[in-house]
């Protein structure tokens, strides 16, 4: 599951976007609180990988290989050898 975080909170944009980009699988969380209430840091964008229901893997800023970085990251938390959170 995909999950986006969106400090706008207009809703009707959103879904605006999600449509014209064909991402009808992303779930997109709308609101401000949820920095705090998860204790994520306030930088745009922030990558969170969890595994189940916990977060396992935080990313600040933009990855420079992605694809190659959530992998690692992936299968690190498949074989148990990273359960924290890394910048």
């Known amino acids: 599951m995909l999950v986006a975080l969106s400090v706008a909170d207009d809703k ?12 009808d699988k992303l779930h997109v969380a709308i609101g401000t609180d949820w920095l ?14 969890l595994d189940d229901g916990r977060i396992r893997v935080v990313h600040d ?4 290989d992605p ?10 938390v498949r ?9």
């Open 12 to 23: 009707a944009a959103i879904d605006k976007l999600i449509r014209r980009q064909k991402l």
């Open 36 to 49: 705090s209430k998860f204790a994520l840091p306030d930088v745009i964008p922030t990558t969170v990988l």
């Open 61 to 64: 800023g933009v990855l420079l």
């Open 67 to 76: 694809v190659a970085m959530l992998d690692a990251d992936l299968s690190a």
């Open 79 to 87: 074989t148990g050898t990273n359960t924290t959170k890394v910048n």
